[in-house]
């Protein structure tokens, strides 16, 4: 972690050999945790959300510490793969499912072995004018890949034509194939070819039960890519407990940006609609999730506005996405 804020800095231009106002603060109450801390974490996150706030927490410990206690990792492979989700949280609003790929065996929607993808694959519906593949045991986007249809045939942009013969070269297994969420027009106006997602996270209090929602971003695509995460060249905005977007964008490497894709945040008040009823779907998802006390979902809001769970994540919690933006 010390080598990513020395990255951070280095891009970013800051010095991050002088002192910072509670910097001895906030040493003495990191370290009180039996391990010290380098006060290059706090150097850092403190450009974004103020010295003054000591509860930046060492991303160290986040992964080291809190992670291991609160989402034990033997359990968390379930419940990040895709292809659970629709058993998993088959109440719920989610993407809709075509068929998917289970260690090397097709299945449709239902869990039902088929044994033909391509008759699915050749023969589009014009229900599903784009459809969405996934890995499902993969995070920060990778593979994820857009298809239209284009003469009777799905196609992606790179003019790759989908067949159970591409699937299998490139995808081998483990994958699955989905309609695109048709998104709000308010989802849209900051990047129409992503699905732009609102990242929630919930905490299970260890000493009630009960689950409350901590911490939101909004992440939002660069344009013409389609997916929204931000080491796929995405940017990502704080969103406070009303649902308020922030006033500048961020990338990975705590780069910022007022104007992305040509919204100008510092200068314009985003709300996000129906807030208060994704912070409820959140929670009602969250409970479905034992073992877990924390929890960041990715949430889309579709055509009818209405919450759509799209990715649960668990373990690789990422406080960077959260300490550059809302502290």
């Not at 109440?91 to 790929?101: G, Q, W, Y």
């Not at 869990?111 to 920060?140: G, V």
């Not at 299998?168 to 997602?197: C, H, P």
């Not at 997916?227 to 796929?232: E, F, S, Y």
Request: net charge neutral; glycine share 6%; charged share 25%.
């Amino acid at each position: 972690y010390n080598n990513l804020y020395k990255k951070i800095a280095k891009i970013n231009n800051y010095n991050i050999n002088e002192k910072v106002r509670n910097e001895k603060e906030w040493l003495a109450k990191w370290n009180s945790y039996g391990i010290k801390y380098s006060p290059l974490s706090f150097k850092i996150f403190t450009k974004y959300v103020g010295n003054d706030d000591l509860n930046i927490i060492p991303l160290e410990i986040c992964s080291g510490i809190v992670e291991p206690a609160l989402t034990p990792e033997s359990y968390r492979d379930y419940y990040n793969d895709k292809n659970s989700y629709d058993e998993l949280f088959s109440e719920f609003l989610r993407p809709e499912t075509l068929f998917r790929n289970i260690n090397g065996e097709y299945y449709n929607a239902k869990y039902e072995p088929i044994t033909n993808s391509d008759e699915l694959i050749q023969n589009p519906s014009k229900s599903y004018r784009q459809i969405i593949i996934k890995p499902t045991r993969e995070a920060s986007g990778r593979g994820v890949q857009l298809f239209k249809i284009e003469n009777g045939k799905y196609v992606s942009k790179s003019g790759d034509v989908l067949s159970e013969n591409y699937l299998s070269k490139n995808y081998k297994s483990n994958y699955i194939i989905q309609d695109v969420v048709r998104q709000s027009s308010f989802g849209a106006q900051f990047n129409e070819s992503s699905l732009n997602t609102i990242r929630v996270v919930t905490y299970k209090s260890v000493k009630t039960g009960k689950i409350h929602v901590i911490n939101s971003i909004m992440r939002i695509g660069a344009k013409g890519n389609c997916i929204d995460n931000a080491h796929g060249g995405g940017m990502f905005v704080g969103v406070d407990m009303n649902g308020k977007i922030g006033k500048y964008a961020c990338n990975w490497l705590g780069e910022t940006k007022k104007i992305f894709n040509d919204i100008d945040f510092e200068n314009n008040e985003y709300i996000i609609p129906n807030f208060d009823n994704i912070c409820k779907f959140a929670v009602n998802v969250s409970d479905k999730i034992i073992y877990h006390n924390l929890v960041a979902l990715d949430i889309a809001l579709n055509e009818n506005y209405e919450p759509v769970l799209i990715e649960s994540n668990i373990g690789g919690f990422s406080a960077w996405l959260f300490q550059f933006t809302n502290g």
